[in-house]
């Protein structure tokens, strides 16, 4: 027991240089060595391509179409409906501020994102019986329905500009 008395002193010297030691190259390595910030990038590695992006200065024409809304999916189950957009133009499309509105002038504004190809989910809400699709999935975080049979979905531009529309069925 003697032996432990005297040795407890050098053991938690020992442990307190160990760990100032290494806070130390840790702290030195980082300042050296920064970590570069990554893109956010589409969690199932799937092969829709939205990436974050600084915010464009013009929008495209309204000519040609650049997104369809192809589907609402269980319209009035809150736990499994959401809005499907395909891209359908060409190039890459910035959605900050373009917004999906409801019937009730409900919106959903699209943080920044570049969207290049593919599709995105929009669910109403995030929930466990949400089935992650292959393509890029944003959550509304609604707390009631969004959709019903017989609304119609809009999808408004950052200039107030109606870019897309279904009637769900």
């Known amino acids: 027991m003697k032996t432990w008395k005297r040795l407890l002193p050098y053991l938690l010297l020992n442990a307190l ?15 050296a060595h920064p970590f570069p910030s990554l893109p956010q990038a589409n969690p199932i590695n799937a092969p829709t391509q939205i990436i974050v992006s600084k915010p464009t200065a013009t929008l495209p024409p309204l000519d040609p179409p650049l997104i369809t809304i192809t589907a609402v999916i269980a319209p009035g189950d809150l736990a499994n409906e959401a809005v499907v957009l395909k891209r359908v ?34 669910y109403s809400q995030r929930s466990a019986t949400t089935n992650p699709s292959p393509a890029m999935t944003l959550y509304w975080e609604r707390s009631t329905p969004a959709w019903a049979s017989g609304d119609l979905v809009r999808l408004i531009d950052s200039a107030g500009n109606v870019r897309a529309t279904f009637r769900i069925p």
């Open 17 to 31: 240089v160990s760990a100032t030691t290494i806070l130390a190259v840790l702290y030195f390595w980082n300042r």
């Open 89 to 122: 133009g060409e190039g890459e499309l910035s959605l900050i501020g373009w917004k999906i509105v409801n019937v009730a002038n409900e919106a959903y504004v699209f943080p920044d994102l570049l969207f290049r190809a593919g599709e995105i989910y929009l």
